[in-house]
């Protein structure tokens, strides 16, 4: 089998990141000096590690965050805002998620709220977990709506996961 065949039976199997990284393991001269093992194990990581990124933006994406750039880590703690750090942190860890928990996030206009939701969906996502932000006027609509039309266990069922 051609060097070529190769590259275009990975492309076939939806393994482009391998084929990329084939394809330059064959421009570089240095790498006839690594043992195979080595070599596909190179191989292997980056199809892995593509994959695994690839899953994390599509569930970001999915997620529908309006502030999908929001992060655990920059949180403010600051004494006025009263809020539990170790809590937070504890929350980040998605053992909540594990435990079928739920998290209500309530303060006043402008207090972070949609933020921290955000920032902990963000959390969720990177540990592989499926997101939906959806505010509570928009969800209390949709639910109202599927209660309408017949289709509230359909709706509801999206939510259970």
Do not use: W
């Not at 292997?44 to 994406?61: F, P």
């Not at 539990?84 to 402008?110: C, F, M, P, W």
């Amino acid at each position: 089998m051609t060097n070529r065949a190769t590259i275009n039976k990975l492309i076939e199997m939806r393994m482009t990141a391998m084929a990329d990284a084939y394809r330059i393991q064959l421009q570089d001269s240095a790498m006839a000096e690594v043992p195979f093992e080595d070599r596909i194990g190179l191989l292997v990581d980056i199809e892995y590690t593509s994959r695994k990124n690839n899953r994390l933006k599509r569930l970001i994406k999915n997620a529908g965050f309006d502030q999908p750039e929001a992060s655990i880590a920059d949180i403010d703690y600051y004494s006025g805002r009263k809020l539990n750090k170790s809590l937070i942190d504890r929350l980040a860890t998605g053992e909540y998620i594990a435990q079928k928990h739920n998290v209500i996030i309530l303060g006043a206009t402008g207090s972070g709220k949609s933020y921290m939701a955000c920032a902990l969906g963000m959390s969720a996502c990177k540990q592989f977990y499926s997101v939906k932000y959806i505010r509570l006027p928009e969800l209390l609509a949709e639910l109202a709506i599927a209660r309408g039309d017949g289709s509230f266990k359909k709706v509801i069922s999206q939510y259970q996961k």
